[in-house]
C-alpha cells in the first residue's frame, strides 16, 4: 500500500528559486517544529515514565520516525498560513505542523503492518523493532505477533498525540481548520482502505476501470491527505476565506496527484541507490497503481493475463520482474503516465500563478512543488 | 489481552436500589448518546459515500460495534457531571458519552486483532467480518491479512471520529475535561503495552513481583481507564474542582479494579453459558492476570512450573485446562483474589458514602458499581 512516499527533502536551503529570506524562514518553521515536537515527547515521556520505564519504548519508537522526516506536509501548511496572512512566529502554525507530522507518523507505524515492510527512513519499522526486542530479550511465545501487537498500539498511542496537539491550538480560524482537520484523517483512511482492497479485489473488475479506480485512491491516500489538505489547514488558521481554499486546491491537488504518479514510477522504475527500494518490490507488493491500470488497460491479452495473475506474488524471479516492466513500457503505459504527471503540474503551476499571495509565497511553494514532480528519489 | 470485558447491562431500571427519577433520567441519557452516535455516524455515512460505496463497510463495522455496547464508562461519566452540578440535559455530557462509546470501540477493534478473538458482542470481530468479506466475495491474495489490514484502519478511524466527537463539546470545564481524556488514551495504550509485554516477558521475571505486576497492568488498562477517568470526565466537565476529582477516584479507582479482578475471574472459573466464553480460552491465551499472579507466587514449586510452562498455550486439552483451574484453586489464589475484590468494594463503597454529591447520585452509582463488582456474566 504505502501511502506515504519518502518525500523530497524540504528543508536544505540552497535552492535559487527560493529567495535567502523564505528559505531562512522556512528553516526557522522546521526547527520551531521540531522543538515542539521534542518538548511534547519529553513531556508524554515523563508520564510514561511514572507508568513504568517498560512503556518508554513506545515514545522512543514514535520520537524515532517523527524526527526522521522531512516536514513536506508541515512546509505546505506553513505557506498556506503565510500566504493567507498569517505570521511567521505565530504558536498555532507550530503546532499544526508538528501534529501533521504526528498524524504522518502514526499513519506511517500502521502502514507498515499493513504492508508487512521491515524498514522505514533507514531503519528498523516500528513493529520490526518491537520483534527485535523480543528476540533480543529471549521473551516467550511469537515474536512476529507481539512486533505487530505493539506497533498497533504504539500507531494508536500516536495518532492520539497527534490529535492531542492538533487541540492545542487556540485560534479564531480553528473551527474551519478543525474541520479540515477531521475531513483529512476520514479520507485518508478510506483512500487506504480502497487501496488495500484493489489489491484484493482488482484482478475480478473491469479492466476498462482500472486507471479510473487507481486514480480515486491516490487521490484520497495521498494527494488530498499530502498536498490539498496541509495547504487548506495553514490557510484556514490563518482565516481565509472559502475562494481563497478553493484556489488553494487548484495547485495543491494535482500537485499531490503528480507526485503520486511520480512515486509510483519511481516504485517500479526508479533507481535502487535511490529510492532505497530493492527493485520489483512494488510489484511483489501487488499494489495496484494508475501506472498498472494503464498498463491492463492498454496491453494486448496475453500480456495483460501474464500481468493480472502475477502482479503481488511475493516470489516473482528477477527475469519476471523484468517481464512485467516491459509489458509496462511496451503497452505504452509508462509513457501515458509521464504524459499525466506533465499535465497535472503545468494545471498546478498555472494555479500557482493565479493564486493571491505575495511573491515570497508563490516562490516558496514553487520551489516545494518542483521538487515534488522531478524528484528521482 | 482483552482489557475490555463485557461489562454488565446498565441500562436496565428494575433495580430497586436506583429511585425511578434517576433510572428514567438514566434511560434518557442513554437514549440521548445512541442518537447522538447515530446522527454522528450517519453524517460520517455521508462523507464516505461521496468518496466510494465500497468504503461504507467501514462505518457499518463501527455503527454495528458502537451499537452494542452497555454505555457503562458513558454513565461513569453522566454522574460525574450530575454529581459536580451538571444539568441533565447538556448536550456537552451526551458528546462526551458518545466519544468514550466511540474511543471503546475503537480499542476493541485493535484489541480484537491483537488477541485474535473471532468474535465480539455475539457477532463476528471487525477482523473476521472482513475476512468474511474477503471470501464470500473470492478476492485474490490471503483473507487473514486482508482482514487484519482493514480492521487496522477501521480501528483508526474509530479512534479519529472518537475524538472529532470529543473535540466537538464547548463548555468552560472542558480544559481540564480533555486533559483527563489526553491521559486516558495515553494510559490505556500504554497499559494495553504492559498487558502484552506480561505475556511473553513474564515466565522469565521474578515470581515474587507477578502480582504487583499484574496489579499495575489492571490498574492502567481497566481501572484508570473504565472507572476512574470516566467519573472524573464527567466531573471536570461540570467544572468540578480537584478536590472532588480526588474524591472521585477514592471511590472509581478501587471499583474499577474490583471490576477487573471480578473479570479475571470469570474468565477462569465463570459459566460459559453466561459468560458467553469457552472455558480455558482465558488460559489459552496466557493471560497473566492478577489471580494467575497470585497462583505463581504461593503454589508449590512443581506445580508453578506446570503452570508456567503451560499458560498460554493454544493447544491445552481439557484436562489440562482443569489442572490449572485446580492448582489456582488449591494454592489459595482464588480465594485470595475473592477476598481483595471484597476488600476493593469495600473501599470504593466506603469512599462513595463520603461522597459529597446528591443522594439521587450517589444511589445512581450505588447501583452501577454494585453491578460492577457481583456480576456473573
Known amino acids: 500500500m504505502n501511502q506515504t512516499p519518502a518525500l523530497p527533502d524540504a528543508s536544505t536551503t540552497s535552492d535559487p528559486k527560493a529567495s535567502a ?6 528553516d526557522a518553521y522546521i526547527a520551531a517544529v521540531a522543538l515542539k515536537l521534542d518538548s511534547f515527547l519529553a513531556e508524554k515521556h515523563r508520564l510514561l515514565a511514572r507508568i513504568s520505564p517498560e512503556t518508554l519504548v513506545l515514545i522512543d519508537s514514535i520520537k524515532t520516525l517523527v524526527t ?13 498560513w503565510r500566504g ?21 507518523s502514526a499513519a506511517l507505524i500502521h502502514d507498515d503492518i499493513i504492508d508487512r515492510s521491515d524498514t522505514r527512513r533507514g531503519g528498523p519499522s516500528v513493529h520490526k523493532r518491537f520483534s527485535t526486542l523480543h528476540t533480543e530479550q529471549k521473551f516467550s511465545l511469537d515474536e512476529e505477533r507481539f512486533g505487530h501487537a505493539a506497533a498497533i498500539l504504539t500507531g494508536d498511542l500516536c495518532l492520539s498525540l497527534s490529535e492531542e496537539m492538533f487541540s492545542r491550538i487556540e485560534s479564531g480560524g ?31 473488475k473491469p479492466h476498462e476501470t482500472a486507471v479510473a479506480r487507481a486514480f480515486s485512491i491516490i487521490r484520497y491516500k495521498s494527494a ?22 478553493t484556489s488553494y486546491s487548484a495547485f495543491a491537488l494535482p500537485l499531490g496527484e503528480a507526485f503520486q504518479l511520480r512515486d509510483d514510477v519511481l516504485g517500479v522504475f526508479g533507481d535502487p541507490a535511490k529510492t532505497g527500494k530493492p527493485a520489483g518490490d512494488d510489484l511483489r507488493e501487488g499494489k495496484r497503481t494508475v501506472l498498472v491500470g494503464l498498463t491492463i488497460d492498454s496491453a494486448m491479452t496475453h500480456e ?28 505504452g503505459a509508462l509513457e501515458r503516465t509521464e504524459e499525466m504527471i506533465a499535465q497535472l503540474s503545468a494545471e498546478a503551476f498555472a494555479a500557482l500563478a493565479e493564486l493571491p499571495v505575495s511573491t515570497e509565497v508563490r516562490e516558496a511553494l514553487e520551489t516545494l512543488g518542483q521538487r515534488v514532480v522531478s524528484r528521482t528519489s
Chains 1, 2 share one sequence.
Open 21 to 26: 529570506s523564505s528559505a531562512d524562514e522556512q
Open 68 to 80: 526522521g522526516g522531512k516536514r513536506m506536509r508541515a512546509l505546505l501548511c506553513y505557506w498556506g
Open 304 to 331: 495483460r493475463d501474464f500481468f493480472d495473475q502475477n502482479l503481488g506474488r511475493q516470489d516473482l524471479t528477477e527475469a519476471e520482474v523484468e517481464r512485467l516492466c516491459t509489458i509496462m513500457v511496451d503497452s
Open 174 to 204: 480553528s473551527h474551519r481548520a478543525r474541520e479540515v482537520f477531521n475531513i483529512m484523517r476520514t479520507e485518508v483512511m478510506a483512500g487506504q482502505y480502497l487501496d488495500i482492497l484493489e489489491e484484493v479485489s482488482g484482478p475480478s
Open 84 to 104: 493567507a496572512g498569517g505570521s511567521p512566529d505565530s504558536t498555532a502554525i507550530i503546532e499544526a505542523g508538528a501534529a501533521l507530522e504526528l498524524f504522518q
Open 224 to 245: 488530498k491527505y499530502s498536498s490539498e489538505h496541509p495547504l487548506a489547514l495553514g490557510g484556514a488558521l490563518a482565516g481565509a476565506e472559502e475562494a481563497m481554499l
